[in-house]
């Protein structure tokens, strides 16, 4: 959150002069910086979401998870909960920040609430692919080493410090296919005093596919170190097991309720004491 906040304060007012330039279109750079610094910080502050699942991995949490019969998309859809919640915190105190910094909103609240949906939808998604690379390769070092490839190029290939009117050509191109591209897009179109909605809401409804799009490749994602039965070996090892693996409760026959009557022989379908009746 440190880091943000630098960039915030520092390259507002080193830049603040960039205004000036033909064809950038803006008449304070704090004012374009703000949404574009709010959406860079849910973009790597979600792109570490990977590691905090390697830990878990390796203190064995997940593999108890696993060993239970909970749904797995739902051990993703928690993580993501807590990415987009995260995100609103952080994203607060950036607009609370540029507020005091001179910045100005001219959408108002409605802008605002689209800058923090466009901050989750870019969150989102980037979190859920952080989660299945972690659950793939389980190195820490690999997941710090991808982040860093990928989300810097996307932070500088969209217009988080420059207009796109200013930005070479192959760079407009490739922003086109840019999901930070359509977030800060559609951020700052909402902060505007004459709002551009079909601009808004195309680039929402991009992020919106980007983001179930990844959730079904996290929640989908196969690996046989993360099955029940592998995970069920891995917790048996340090002795946080149950007494049975989940193929032996599925190859045990199931128990059928059982009553006897008064006089009757003791009933042994059940494994639990038959209670006689009259």
């Known amino acids: 959150m440190l880091q943000p906040i ?23 750079y704090i004012d374009f910086l703000t949404p574009g610094v709010v959406i860079m910080t849910a973009l790597f502050s979600s792109g570490w979401t990977g590691m905090g699942l390697i830990r878990e991995i390796d ?5 108890r998870f696993l060993v239970s019969p909970l749904n797995r998309s739902a051990l993703i859809a928690g993580r993501l909960c807590q990415v987009a919640f995260i995100t609103i915190v952080q994203s607060a105190i950036l607009l609370v920040l540029g507020l005091l910094l001179g910045a100005r909103y001219a959408g108002g609240t409605g802008g605002i609430a689209v800058l923090l949906v466009c901050a989750i939808l870019v969150a989102v998604p ?3 692919l952080s989660s299945a690379l972690a659950l793939a390769v389980r ?15 996307l932070t500088f290939l969209s217009p988080v410090f420059m207009a796109s009117a200013l930005m070479p050509g192959w760079m ?8 930070v591209n ?56 340090r002795g946080t097991a149950a007494e049975e693996s989940p193929a032996e409760l599925r190859r045990r026959p199931r128990s059928r ?12 379908r059940s494994r639990t004491p038959c209670t006689p009746t009259a």
């Open 126 to 128: 980037i979190g859920a």
């Open 257 to 268: 309720p059982c009553t006897c009557r008064s006089g009757a022989p003791a009933c042994t």
């Open 182 to 237: 359509w977030s800060v897009e559609a951020a700052r179109g909402a902060l505007q005093a004459e709002t551009d909605w079909n601009l808004v809401l195309s680039r929402c409804g991009f992020l919106i596919v980007l983001a179930i799009a990844s959730m079904w490749i996290a929640s989908t994602r196969r690996n046989t170190r993360s099955s029940p039965d592998a995970a069920f070996a891995a917790a048996r090892k």
């Open 172 to 179: 407009r191109i490739v922003a086109r296919f840019n999901p």
């Open 6 to 28: 630098i960039w915030l304060l520092l390259y507002g007012q080193l830049f603040q002069k960039v205004v000036e330039l033909p064809g950038f279109h803006a008449i304070s």
């Open 59 to 63: 203190r064995g949490t997940l593999d």
């Open 139 to 153: 190195k820490e070092e690999s997941v710090i080493g991808a982040s860093n490839f990928i989300l810097l190029p």
